[in-house]
């Protein structure tokens, strides 16, 4: 590939600020000083940038424990992002797989694959979540047959997907959607006549949010789990 565009699959800089640096005198390949943005380089060789060894970041892929009160954006003027709970290079490059609420806790994943992504939150793919909900007042169990039949939201024109309701205690459920409407959990209690007071995701797909991986802290998925969460989508 062309030096600059390895450059900046290796760092932050955008190709005009890769191509400036290169120009510069600031970039050697194998040891070698080089100005020329167009060479042609292959990542097994030794380039530097100002006296550092830079190498490629492959696609990543990431779990996350979201606690409460943290945005899944990458910048907020009013809260904390799930962002600044991580330490990884080129973060910026990150983005969540969906959204969880401000209020939400549970299983996030983050990555920089864009297809990878696409697959598990695209509607069409269907890919099954499942939450833990405490409620403001008891649930009936007519509710379980409410859900699996669809539900009209507010403001929506088309009832939602069946949707699998399990009744843990009279006031806290398990509901498990196929879509991902917005704040589409707490509207579909609403339509019934409750109010979710608590809300925290435990489940994607056949991947389950493990009790070692403490509210607040992430870790790198296996290839074998991210491979896992590429063959949910329908």
Known sequence: MRLDK???????LTRSQAGKVIRQGLVTVDQQLCK???????AVQQIELDGELL?????RYFVMHKPAGYVCSTDD????????????PMQSRLHTVGRLDLDTTGLLLIT???QWSHQIS???HECAKTYRAWLADPVDASAITLFAEGVMLNGEKHPTKPAQLEIVNPQECLLTIHEGRYHQV???????????????????G???????????????????EATTFAAVAK
Do not use: W
Not at 6 to 12: H, L, P, R, S, V
Not at 36 to 42: I, M
Not at 55 to 59: A, H, N, T, W
């Open 186 to 204: 707490k509207r579909m209690f609403a339509a019934i006549g409750n109010k979710v007071e608590k809300l925290h995701r435990e489940q994607i």
């Open 122 to 124: 695209s509607p069409k």
């Open 112 to 114: 920089d694959d864009g």
């Open 77 to 88: 003027p009013d809260h904390n992002t799930v962002f600044t709970l991580m330490d990884e």
């Open 206 to 224: 056949s991947f389950k949010l493990g009790a070692d991986l403490a509210e607040g802290s992430y870790r790198e998925l296996t290839l074998a």
């Open 6 to 12: 390895f450059i900046c699959d290796c760092t932050e």
């Open 36 to 42: 020329q943005p167009s060479t042609q380089v292959t």
């Open 55 to 59: 190498k490629i970041i492959g696609l």
